[in-house]
């Protein structure tokens, strides 16, 4: 006990015990680090009586110590600017005129970490020592790494061998984040050293790097922990490294945690050993295969697990899979558990490639910035996002977790086991796991139609945004950690992900399938670039060069709308250009795109005589092309299932035609089919290439619509309009049409939850639709079952409908006594998914003086977690009563924001365009043009300021060019 107080009197820890005079080498002798505590505590005393403090000149083995004090109105949140815990000497930081090469120098690279660390959940302090061990590539005099908010009061370089090597100075560079050790001689090339460097940081008040998370246990006491969560550019936080995706090392770690209070410690890797120190364990961790600095974990916990063998049925040794949470939640992993096994026997067998671990655990984290984060043989997930209960998880939920599963599994080989070079080909990872976690749920629950389910909940909403000045090529250029972690965007996840979907459709899934299988052989453990994996497809031996089709598709923003026109009976031209849904901005582009914003097109056709998919190419340098038909036909349909990823207009003879069908045989389409001329359909009359009467005609089919997807897309498209015409004359004869087209199905689908997956998240679509279009049966229900709710809070409605009863029942008949009650109710709840749903649920009350509570008491960590903070100011803003609110807190409040959160914080950037995508006035526009005026320093969020104004900008257009016609169409209808 007198130990700790030491190490909480002078924040060090028996890590740093092995830095002793300068005439001991630093961190060398690791036994040290093994020895008992009365060796310990000498050690200590020793650094206590003055060792510490800085030397005069340079010494063998070299010290130095700070206050270890921030920039001012910095915080230890994500994104923080505060330099790390010395003095940043002068000269070191470029003036901001330079032009800043944020990169690490290319003379060295790292081949191994002996990380030794020690989270002291007690004080919200760390401390460690790590010996890397270094190859020089090129001759140098510096050896230059990444380090940011970390101490090092201990640093010393060895070769290989045993000779120390003189370090003449260490200095600071805040704004690349990099620390630099000048050497007083230069290593040649092929050189071997190590670096040992003693550092100290806080994992208070942050939720990137290595932080303090934490949680109440059934006693009301709390429980804290200490987790990580590195990627992109934070494992510097944590201990200084050569943070960069391709400079792969192998790991071998030592936790240290408390001996007392069930406390544990997880790696990537397999527990090799464990020594008892008195009150704390040293766990160490087995050698990892090399791997990234950001695919690094470390956990210090009370969790418990449940554990299942995976069958490699021969590809790979046998290994067990654990999946962690709180001892109060362990019961909720089961269906984690199953899935998780499910998933990853089924990728072993795709990629016919061996999982490279000897363990693969999961862990539900209290706090967590991202849904889930795939570090290797460890991955860490939102308790949302791993925690499933029949009782409050929906089948919304419950898909969630299948797929976020399904999601990080992928990334063992895409991403993991082969990494992007740099951070500008982020899709190669993350493009790629979005699709292939569709095909990972889909081995599990074939009923669940996953294929299906990609066109509404990956591709629409990816359309839309691309279809946008606001939007960026898939491969685009990033520097610095503000733009690194601003492109992890939905343009990376979901448009990389329609197109690997698109590519897997024209090549094959046998050619895909092998064509992944063998990139993955051809770069493991090592990185590539997008080019690297289109190579590999293309020594195949295709008709078509892959390489050339898909760089239309990745170095250029944007998307195509084809156009189909009907020359004669057999035969139909097609063109193509760029869609843009505001056709203002056909006068605004910028620049010329590499192809002069064309692509090379896969396209697919059925038609009325025959449903057998058809092929053709549409390169990007023919002007035209032409389909020819052996015979005459009804109606021709392209981009069939919506594969393509590009839009599809047709003349307006061919849209009624198509029209027609739908009302007369639904089932001549499949379900992708319909949801495809749905959208498009809309879109185009959203950009007034098309009459919206043409949209609306299409609309008229619906009564007989009975699958989920094409009745997303209708839910979807009917909300929409009903936000863009709330302020409008025409809203009331649009809210008549639309709840008379949405009342068939609510009344068919009743309330009652059933069994049927898909059905069940029909029934909550329609539900969630009526109520918000304003069918009074649906709101009077909704009101009646909050209420019997409320009388009998543990009578819960059922897990499907509930956030539809929290929501539509609140703003039924929420006053300050419900809303007080529901708040009790949301405070006092453990459960991550439920108190979700109440935390939605809250923010629908129509009182602005309470939503105006619900904003200053969100503020409170105690109530809303950091990580659920921006998800409840949407909820808000989505309100119309609230929206004006949280447009005003975040104005006046801005700067507040930022020194909690940090501008590196992309949640905090897309805040804004959340807030203001409803905004359709000319006002609105110039107070958002003013308030970036006043704060332009934007980080992570600066394009999410520009998608914000684009939406806008289009949104005052819609008005002016659909508003009439709409209106027109409306009054022509027997409402």
């Known amino acids: 006990m007198i130990i700790t107080a030491k190490l909480v009197a002078i924040g060090l820890s028996l890590a740093l015990t092995a830095f002793t005079v300068?005439?001991?080498?630093?961190?060398?002798?690791?036994?040290?680090?093994?020895?008992?505590?009365?060796?310990?505590?000498?050690?200590?005393?020793?650094?206590?009586?003055?060792?510490?403090?800085?030397?005069?000149?340079?010494?063998?083995?070299?010290?130095?110590?700070?206050?270890?004090?921030?920039?001012?109105?910095?915080?230890?949140?994500?994104?923080?600017?505060?330099?790390p815990g010395s003095t940043v000497s002068p000269g070191t930081t470029p003036a901001p005129e330079e032009k800043i090469d944020y990169r690490l120098p290319s003379t060295l690279k790292p081949t191994h970490y002996d990380l030794y660390l020690f989270p002291n959940t007690e004080t919200g302090e760390f401390s460690g020592q790590e010996t890397i061990t270094i190859t020089v590539l090129e001759a140098t005099d510096k050896i230059v790494l990444h380090s940011l908010n970390l101490n090092i009061p201990s640093y010393s370089l060895q070769n290989t061998g045993s000779n120390t090597l003189e370090i003449l100075e260490v200095y600071f560079d805040s704004v690349r984040e990099f620390v630099v050790f000048q050497l007083s001689e230069e290593l040649e090339q092929g050189r071997e050293v190590q670096l040992h460097i003693g550092f100290e940081g806080s994992m208070a008040n942050k939720i990137v790097g290595l932080y303090s998370s934490s949680y109440l246990?059934?006693?009301?006491?709390?429980?804290?922990?200490?987790?990580?969560?590195?990627?992109?550019?934070?494992?510097?936080?944590?201990?200084?490294?050569?943070?960069?995706?391709?400079?792969?090392?192998?790991?071998?770690?030592?936790?240290?945690?408390?001996?007392?209070?069930?406390?544990?410690?997880?790696?990537?890797?397999?527990?090799?050993?464990?020594?008892?120190?008195?009150?704390?364990?040293?766990?160490?961790?087995?050698?990892?295969?090399?791997?990234?600095?950001?695919?690094?974990?470390?956990?210090?916990?009370?969790f418990t697990s449940k554990e299942v063998e995976i069958d490699t049925k021969g590809i790979g040794e046998t290994f067990t899979m654990g999946v962690y949470a709180t001892p109060e939640q362990i019961n909720k992993v089961d269906f984690a558990t199953e899935v998780g096994k499910g998933v990853i026997e089924y990728y072993i067998d795709y990629f016919q490639i061996a999982y490279p671990l000897p363990k693969l655990d999961m862990a539900a984290i209290p706090d967590f910035v991202?849904?889930?984060?795939?570090?290797?043989?460890?991955?860490?997930?939102?308790?949302?996002?791993?925690?499933?209960?029949?009782?409050?998880?929906?089948?919304?939920?419950?898909?969630?977790?299948?797929s976020v599963i399904a999601h990080e599994f992928a990334h063992m080989w895409f991403g993991n086991l082969v990494t992007m070079n740099w951070w500008n080909d982020l899709w190669l990872n993350e493009g790629f796991a979005s699709f292939i976690e569709y095909l990972g749920v889909d081995a599990v629950f074939p009923e669940w139609k996953m294929r299906d389910q990609f066109i509404v909940s990956t591709l629409h909403g990816v359309l839309t945004l691309d279809g946008t000045l606001g939007s960026h090529p898939i491969i685009q250029t990033v520097e610095n950690p503000d733009q690194i972690t601003e492109i992890f965007d939905t343009i990376t996840y979901s448009k990389g992900s329609s197109l690997v979907r698109m590519l897997e459709d024209f090549l094959g899934q046998t050619t895909f399938r092998q064509a992944v299988t063998n990139y993955l052989n051809e770069y493991k453990y090592s990185t590539a670039q997008t080019g690297n994996f289109f190579a590999e497809i293309d020594k195949l031996d295709l008709d078509y060069n892959v390489t050339d089709i898909m760089l239309t598709w990745t170095v250029q923003m944007g998307l195509p709308?084809?156009?189909?026109?009907?020359?004669?009976?057999?035969?139909?031209?097609?063109?193509?250009?760029?869609?843009?849904?505001?056709?203002?901005?056909?006068?605004?582009?910028?620049?010329?795109?590499?192809?002069?914003?064309?692509?090379?097109?896969?396209?697919?056709?059925?038609?009325?005589?025959?449903?057998?998919?058809?092929?053709?190419?549409?390169?990007?340098?023919?002007?035209?092309?032409?389909?020819?038909?052996?015979?005459?036909?009804?109606?021709?349909?392209?981009?069939?299932?919506?594969?393509?990823?590009?839009?599809?207009?047709?003349?307006?003879?061919?849209?009624?035609?198509?029209?027609?069908?739908?009302?007369?045989?639904?089932?001549?389409?499949?379900?992708?089919?319909?949801?495809?001329?749905?959208?498009?359909?809309?879109?185009?009359?959203?950009?007034?290439?098309?009459?919206?009467?043409?949209?609306?005609?299409?609309?008229?089919?619906?009564?007989?619509?009975?699958?989920?997807?094409?009745?997303?897309?209708?839910?979807?498209?009917?909300?929409?309009?009903?936000?863009?015409?709330?302020?409008?004359?025409?809203?009331?004869?649009?809210?008549?049409y639309a709840t008379a087209l949405i009342e068939p199905i609510y009344t068919a689908l009743t309330w009652t939850v059933g069994e049927d997956h898909l059905d069940n998240r029909l029934r909550v679509t329609a539900l969630s639709a009526a109520c918000s279009l304003g069918l009074e049966s649906c709101i009077k229900e909704a009101g009646e079952q909050f209420t019997s709710w409320l009388a009998s809070p543990d009578d819960r409605p059922k897990a499907d409908v509930r956030e539809t009863?929290?929501?539509?029942?609140?703003?039924?008949?929420?006053?300050?006594?419900?809303?007080?009650?529901?708040?009790?109710?949301f405070v006092n709840e453990a459960d991550a998914s439920e108190k979700s749903k109440i935390m939605y649920g809250l923010s629908a009350v129509n009182s602005p003086w309470i939503l105006q509570q619900y904003i200053d008491l969100a503020w409170n960590e105690t109530y809303v977690r950091g990580q659920d903070y921006f998800t409840c100011l949407t909820y808000i803003s989505a309100n119309p009563v609230g929206e004006s609110?949280?447009?005003?807190?975040?104005?006046?409040?801005?700067?507040?924001?930022?020194?909690?959160?940090?501008?590196?914080?992309?949640?905090?950037?897309?805040l804004i365009p959340s807030i203001t995508a409803r905004f359709s006035t000319q006002t609105k526009l110039e107070e958002m043009e003013q308030f970036f005026a006043k704060y332009p320093e934007a980080g992570a969020g600066t394009a999410a300021r520009v998608r914000a104004l684009e939406t806008v900008k289009n949104n005052i257009v819609w008005l002016s060019e659909n508003l009439e016609g709409v209106d027109a169409w409306l009054d022509k209808q027997q409402l």
């Open 370 to 402: 991202s849904g889930a984060m795939e570090h290797w043989g460890l991955v860490t997930y939102r308790e949302t996002s791993l925690l499933y209960e029949a009782e409050t998880s929906s089948a919304t939920n419950k898909q969630r977790i299948a």
């Open 22 to 83: 300068s005439t001991i080498v630093l961190a060398v002798q690791k036994a040290n680090l093994k020895s008992d505590l009365k060796d310990a505590q000498e050690k200590l005393d020793l650094l206590e009586s003055g060792f510490t403090t800085s030397t005069a000149g340079p010494t063998t083995s070299s010290t130095s110590s700070s206050s270890g004090t921030e920039e001012p109105g910095s915080t230890a949140s994500p994104g923080s600017t505060a330099s």
């Open 805 to 825: 009863v929290y929501y539509y029942g609140m703003l039924s008949v929420g006053d300050q006594e419900t809303w007080d009650t529901v708040w009790e109710l």
């Open 885 to 910: 609110l949280v447009w005003d807190y975040v104005r006046e409040n801005w700067t507040k924001l930022v020194d909690r959160f940090g501008l590196n914080e992309r949640y905090l950037g897309n």
């Open 561 to 736: 709308v084809v156009t189909i026109e009907k020359v004669s009976d057999t035969e139909y031209k097609l063109t193509q250009k760029r869609f843009l849904s505001n056709p203002n901005d056909y006068d605004e582009e910028h620049e010329a795109s590499e192809f002069n914003y064309r692509w090379s097109i896969p396209i697919t056709y059925i038609t009325s005589a025959d449903s057998t998919v058809q092929r053709v190419w549409f390169y990007h340098d023919q002007s035209e092309i032409t389909i020819t038909l052996q015979e005459p036909v009804e109606w021709i349909k392209l981009n069939c299932d919506q594969v393509g990823y590009f839009r599809v207009n047709y003349e307006a003879d061919q849209w009624n035609t198509l029209a027609n069908q739908l009302v007369t045989q639904p089932s001549a389409l499949t379900s992708g089919d319909r949801a495809s001329l749905l959208n498009d359909a809309f879109a185009l009359a959203d950009s007034t290439q098309l009459p919206y009467e043409t949209a609306f005609e299409l609309t008229k089919y619906l009564d007989k619509e009975t699958d989920y997807v094409p009745w997303s897309v209708a839910a979807t498209r009917l909300t929409s309009l009903k936000r863009t015409l709330y302020y409008t004359s025409s809203y009331a004869k649009y809210k008549k």
């Open 217 to 302: 246990k059934e006693d009301e006491t709390r429980k804290v922990i200490a987790t990580s969560k590195f990627e992109p550019t934070y494992a510097r936080q944590a201990f200084p490294c050569f943070d960069e995706p391709a400079l792969k090392a192998e790991f071998t770690i030592t936790l240290v945690h408390p001996s007392e209070g069930n406390y544990h410690a997880l790696s990537n890797m397999n527990v090799e050993s464990t020594v008892n120190q008195g009150a704390y364990q040293e766990v160490s961790f087995a050698k990892s295969v090399p791997m990234s600095t950001y695919l690094a974990c470390f956990i210090v916990s009370d």
